[in-house]
Structure formats: C-alpha cells, structure tokens
C-alpha cells in the first residue's frame, strides 16, 4: 500500500511539474526554422532547421545584483508576436537596400522584464529587455549554448600566454581559427565571438551578437564533458592605471562585482544565431546590419567612404627621391600627391606625429608641420586622417576632435583600446557622437569584432577586430593565406574590417619569411587585388608604399578603381577554409573576386546576375608561373559569354580578379 502511495505521489509531482511547463513556438518566414522557447523553472530555447538540431535546450537569465534573476522561476504575464516586412536603405554597406523580414515573439513577465525572439530566414536572435526605475546593476548572466552532438567548430582563442582570465580579457582580437571537436578545445583560454559551429547535413552556425550598447562583449568558452558554450563578461573595471604601448592604454587592475551598470529601461545586446545550409549564405549575411539599430544621424552625406594611402605597414620605405624617407612633411607630401595623381581619397598619418609616451593629441613632432599637410592635402583634393592612442584621444576627447576638424581634418584611427568591457563599449559610443558632430570619420583599431555601431553612427567607417596583414611583418609561424578564405565566413559576417591589404611583394609559400621593415605578402599578386573585392571595407587601405605602386600601374590602377561600398553583393561559391567568390556591383559596373587557400583551383563562375546586354571583363589572373614567382600575373580584357559562365584559374595561395562592364 506505502509503495502504491508513493508511486501515486511521483505520478503527481511529474504531472505537476509538466503542468507548471509551457512552450511557445516560433517560425522562420519561410518555415525551415523553428525555435522552442520553454518557460518552467527557468527560460530554455531551442532551434532546428528543417529536421536539424541546430541548438538543443539551452537556458538563459540574467542576474542584477542584490535583486532577483530574471529567467529564474519565471512567471510569463503576456506573449506577443508580430510579422515584418521592410527595406532598410543601407548607405555605406555591401549593398544599397536590406531585406528586413522575420517573425518576432516577445516573452513578458511578471517583474518588469521580457525575452524577445526573433525568427528570420537566415537565424534567430533573442535580447532581454527590462523595465525598471533608475539603473541597475547586471551582477551576470548565463547564455549556455547546448549541442546534443560534438560537433567540430571554428574558433579563434585570445591572445596565447595568458593565464589568468583578467589577462585574457585585455585582448586584441586579432587571433586566427583553430577548427577541433568543441569539447576538444581547451577550457583555460577564453574565445570571442564570431564563431562558427559545424552542424550536420553541411550546414553551419555562427554565433555573434548585435547592438551591443552600454553592456559589456561576449567570450565563449567550452567544458571538456559535454559539447557547450558558456558566456562570459569581463566585469566593470573599479581601478585602471596607464601604461600599455606607449603609455596610450589603461590597464585594467580591479574590477568590480557587476558587468554593468545601466538604465533600467533599456533593450539589451541580440545574442545572434545565423544558420546556412552552403558556406556562400555566409558570405553574404546581414543579420548583424539589421539587428543593429537604426542611424542616429539625419545627414550622412558627408560621411565619404573611400582608399586610403597608408604609411606604417610599409614602414615609410619610400625610395627614388632626393629626401630622407620617414615621418616628415615631405614624405607626406610625397604620399598625398600619389594619393592624389591615382584618386584615392585619404592619407593617413599613422603613429608617430604626436610626441611619443605623452599620449597628449596636441603636443606635435617638429618635423611635421600638420596645417600644411592638410591644406595640402585639401589643395590636392586629399583628406587627411590622423592616428590616435586610445588614452590620448579618450583623456581630452572634445576638445581633440573639434581642434582637429577646425584645421581640417578628416578623422581619426583610433588604437589601443584591446578591452570590451562595458567602459570600453561605452568609449566607442562616445567617440562615434562626438566625431560626428564635428563631421569626423572613426576607424576602430585594437578592438572586437563590429555589432552594428557602423549603421546607428555611419561616421564609424570601418573596424579592426582582424588578423589583418600586418601579421605577415612578424609571423613566423602565420598561415595568411587559409585565414584569408575562413574570415569571410565568420568575422565578417559581423561588418566591415580594416585588413590593410594591397602588398606589392608577393611571395609562395615556401619563400615567405617576416620582414618587419620591407614585408611581403603570402600568395599570389592576384590574390592581393581580390581582396578588394572579397573584404567588406568602406575605408580601404593601400598598405605598400607608392615607389612600389609606382612600379606597378596596372595593379595600381585597378585597385584605385575598385569601390569600397555597393549597391549589390552575390555570393558565387565557397567553402570555409578553402576558397570563396562574390561579386558586387557599384553603378553600372560589378566586380569579381575570388581566393583560394593553398591547393590551386580551378573554378566555372556564374555570372548570370549580370542580365541582358553585351559585357566586357578585364580580368587579373594568376600568371603561369605563379607558382613558383608570386608576383607573376596576366591581364587580359575579354568579351562575358552569352551563356554567363567564366573558367578560372588560381595558383597555391592564388587569387583572381576582374572588372566587368558593357
């Protein structure tokens, strides 16, 4: 009879337990995806696609600190869901218009809080929002990221020998992938965000996040028994003290118990899941762009896109001139009248015309007479933007920005930030308004990927956040050449990165060694001039020297027509890791470009995108003998079939390139 008893009274638990569970549903516009989202003792949500488990049951919440955690024992008050259709214009993007459409639920309960959900074609993205008095204080929160199988995934770690968590969380963000089993990973260094999940049936899921505004980025890390992601946040910093490179960083000495502190009515950052059947789908994503929130500018017609000569990667080794090369005002002169002769619109001064270990923005080095290189500039229709220290522009920030905008110049590269904690975010917010009353550009360096803060402020031309090509000046061990044909899959589906390609010297594998003072580049010429096309990158840099480009007008020319915004982008074909080809349109002309890793390729391109009408191609090709002299090419021009298709043709580490037009 006791045992009767107490199997009845489990029986009942359970019921009561099911009882107290709810589930609600959510679907893609088009079907294929679906999300779980089950409120019980706490918040869970899942995702498949088509018959795919892309996340299994994963719980979120957040705590505030001395107060209660949201998602625990939650208790749903109202479920509201919505359907939208739109266009966002998108100036200055991969392309002029974005399709914005999804499915949306948004979660409200009792406590002044919800979950919104949403659902589109290409993956779901959910936020936490709060309405509550004054601020609050974030002490955590959990996004634990659960996969029923140990899938393989894509991942770059932070900088290596760092042991402690504080010191991974000081991090420039520059690191390359390492692919393995996610429980294969090591759980002693933190990874950042994006990164990319290999699901089954070829698809794939990245992981980003969006609008992230006044709350600290995201790390992953993995656990060694089951195949998980969990979060984690740097904590608000409570004491800093400078130092870092050249006295123009604060280092982070305490922290305090919290992550944030911030409005009590506020939507928080997307946690961003993007799902693709093939590896092209990624190569064209917008969900970071659309997930970002909208400009907060009402002019953006001086925001002016465009190249930029650079100095520092090429270390001012300028040659052929009856003056000492370096940084000096006829140097610049010299850059500015190449910039000028070849239409590229910028030239940057780089790190070096500030008074060095002062981090003060005003205190300029006698041998740089900085009003006349700008009007110089401006004479030869040439703007000018400056570097800048992180704590040197932070420490007096208006009164550096409106200095400079009133003697002319165009923006600020701005460097060292190397955190993304709250305060740090918050810098990045500050920056973008302060330069865009003054009509300044900003170019982020030292810091994580982009979220969309190049939409809400578009004077936030471009982002670092990459292991561009000033690794190949000190990388003994670098493979550039494969991590070029990874990141147009993973970091950029999160914006635009300043990569600095454009290297004159070429060299194949076997012949490349790090040359700090004269670089070289891995792969081929071509493959140089298709990274224009290939890398998202409304401020483009020419990183070799002009005597180099001097000596190469064909190359030159054609990259200082290639346009760094458009109006159209079409994924052709690609694999993660291994090659990729897009083409984008600006006007009445498109452009192609295509990588591969270092296995020569030979690739059929469709170009039916072009429609109706008689086209011509003039093509970049890797030269016969690119295998064994990197630098060796082949220009052609040649009439577009009428059955849209191209054969091509890439040497190891190879690239190809052309410019069609009618």
Same mark, same amino acid.
């Given at each position: ?15 009561? =337990? ?21 409120? !019980? %003792? ?67 309960? @009792? !406590?002044?809080? !919800?979950?919104?959900? @949403? ?24 996004? #634990? ?24 969380? =000081? ?28 699901? #089954? ?12 505004? =006044? ?38 000495? #305490? ?40 400009? @907060? ?43 000028? #002769? ?125 292991? !561009? ?134 690739? %059929? ?38 059955? @849209? ?18």
């Amino acid at each position: 009879m006791k045992v009767k008893t107490l199997v009845a009274l489990f029986l009942t638990m359970g019921s009561v =337990s099911l009882m107290a569970q709810k589930t609600y549903q959510l679907q893609s516009p088009d079907k294929k995806l679906q999300a779980v989202v089950t409120v !019980g %003792e706490d918040v869970r949500f899942s995702v498949t696609h088509e018959g795919t488990e892309v996340l299994a049951e994963s719980p979120i919440s957040m705590t505030l600190r001395n107060g209660p955690v949201l998602g625990l024992k939650p208790k749903v008050s109202k479920v509201k869901k919505a359907s939208v259709d739109k266009v966002i214009t998108a100036p200055l993007y991969k392309k002029a218009e974005v399709q914005d459409v999804y499915n949306e639920m948004t979660i409200l309960f @009792r !406590g002044n809080y !919800g979950l919104t959900f @949403r659902l589109y074609d290409e993956g779901l993205a959910y936020r936490f929002t709060t309405s509550m008095k004054d601020s609050i204080y974030i002490q955590s929160e959990q996004a #634990e990221y659960n996969f029923s199988k140990d899938y393989k995934a894509w991942v770059p770690y932070v900088t290596a020998n760092k042991k402690t968590i504080e010191d991974q969380l =000081s991090n420039s963000f520059e690191q390359t992938y390492t692919e393995d089993h996610i429980t294969k990973f090591t759980n002693e260094r933190l990874k950042f965000l994006p990164l990319l999940v290999n699901l #089954e049936d070829g698809k794939k899921l990245c992981i980003t996040e969006a609008d992230l505004e =006044s709350y600290p980025g995201m790390f992953l890390n993995n656990e060694k028994d089951r195949p998980t992601f969990k979060n984690v946040h740097a904590q608000y910093p409570k004491v800093l003290q400078q130092g870092g490179h050249n006295m123009l960083q604060m280092l982070v000495k #305490e922290r305090h118990d919290y992550i944030a502190k911030t409005k009590g009515t506020r939507a928080f950052p997307w946690r961003v899941f993007i799902v693709s059947e093939n590896d092209k789908e990624l190569a064209d994503c917008d969900m970071v762009y659309r997930l970002a929130a909208p400009s @907060r500018l009402k002019d953006v017609s001086w925001v002016k896109p465009g190249k930029v000569a650079w100095d520092w990667w090429n270390d001012w080794n300028i040659y052929g001139v009856d003056f000492r090369a370096g940084i000096n005002n006829e140097t610049y002169k010299y850059y500015i009248d190449f910039a000028s #002769e070849h239409g590229i619109e910028y030239v940057i001064l780089d790190e070096g015309w500030a008074v060095n270990k002062k981090a003060d923005l005003m205190q300029v080095i006698p041998e740089i007479d900085l009003q006349m290189l700008i009007d110089y500039g401006k004479q030869k229709n040439v703007g000018i933007i400056l570097w800048a220290g992180y704590y040197a522009f932070d420490r007096d920030m208006e009164n550096v920005v409106k200095h400079f905008a009133k003697m002319g110049a165009k923006g600020f590269k701005v460097d060292f930030m190397d955190r993304d904690d709250q305060e740090i975010i918050d810098f990045l917010y500050r920056s973008a308004k302060t330069c865009a009353r003054y009509n300044m550009l900003v170019d982020f360096h030292g810091i994580c990927k982009p979220t969309g803060l190049q939409r809400t402020y578009p004077n936030v031309i471009n982002y670092e956040g990459v292991a !561009g090509l000033e690794n190949v000046k000190w990388g003994k061990d670098l493979d550039q050449v494969t991590y070029d044909v990874t990141i147009p899959y993973i970091r950029q589906i999160a914006g635009p990165m300043d990569y600095t390609q454009g290297a004159m010297r070429n060299a194949i594998r076997k012949n490349y060694r790090p040359v700090n003072s004269d670089p070289i580049s891995q792969g081929t010429r071509c493959r140089q001039l298709a990274t224009y096309v290939i890398f998202e990158s409304p401020l483009n840099m020419l990183c070799d020297n002009p005597s180099n480009y001097m000596r190469e007008k064909e190359c030159t020319e054609f990259i200082a027509r290639i346009p760094t915004v458009w109006e159209q982008t079409v994924a052709l074909d690609g694999k993660v890791g291994e090659y990729v080809a897009i083409a984008r349109q600006h006007s009445d002309t498109w452009y192609v470009g295509a990588l591969t890793n270092w296995t020569a390729r030979e690739m %059929e391109l469709d170009l039916s995108f072009l429609g109706e009408g008689n086209y011509q191609m003039e093509i970049f090709q890797d030269g016969i003998n690119a295998d064994r002299a990197a630098c060796d090419y082949k220009k052609v021009t040649i009439p577009v079939s009428t059955d @849209r298709k191209v054969k091509i043709k890439m040497a190891p580490g190879g690239g190809w390139a052309a410019r069609i037009f009618k």
